[in-house]
């Protein structure tokens, strides 16, 4: 787990990168950052800091902070007892966000951490672009050296079925 | 119907209030704007400026612009089929937004334009405030002297079905 004191000089350079994109958040809100990084020691290369908006059973609101080459782990939204997984647009509000998806590889301009990255289809996002990834689907992605600041719209959001393809990823 | 000057006034006003809460936008977007004045004639009083983000069939993105003192004229989304009528969060992001909603009457702090405006329920939005609208529950809301800028996020967007309480309200 993430020491104190790394949580807050993490959520204090999100928090800047919000200030940045002139995202207007609350006092609540800024306490209740979290961060994603599977408990995987090295939060500045795999994570991500999440605000979330609003998280009704129908849909919801995310907004995330990539610090400058920060990664979120490759994951997809898995189908589940029926139901169609979630379903989510991302949306880049500032710098540059370098997204993966499972498609027909191209060429890519950013490199993946490790091997538990997998989704070879790249698709840039500056912003005022957006793009929406099907449930089910393996993606991964990557800030620019700015770092990047991307609102989620989605379904229903369900972290705990969320499925990472690196082993070691741990939910916390 | 607007006439184009009129269209054109009024989407620009709206693209300065969205310049004003730092929202980027494409230029595909900006053309895509539309405005929802229901053929009153007095669409600087009651009129509201949209641009869809997206809209699938599980959840919707809008950004929303209310020139100063502009107000959306009451409507509520209803159930159809069995299926739950739109269910909304309002996120305000630049200005003040008065939000009246169906519920115990409370002091208000803003007029109504006429008697077609009969949610009385007042709620005051300021940039990083949101509120979650059920669904087929009426609502207004009005800008304050700034006008204002409100990120909408909701289930599907089905806008035909709506129903105004003015009879003379018309979906263009």
Known sequence: MLSKD???RVKNKALELFKKAHIVLTED???KLTISDGDLGKVDEIGLEIIVYVNTDRYCAKEMALLPNQTCAE???PNIDGQRGKEETFRCRYGKVYLFVEGEKTPRHVEPPNEYFTASHEIILNPGDQYTIPPNTLHWFKAGPQGAVISELSSHSDDPSD????PNFKRT
Chains 1, 2 share one sequence.
């Open 6 to 8: 790394e949580f807050e």
């Open 75 to 77: 994951h997809r939204h």
């Open 163 to 166: 499925i990472f393809t690196d």
């Open 29 to 31: 809100e800024k306490n």
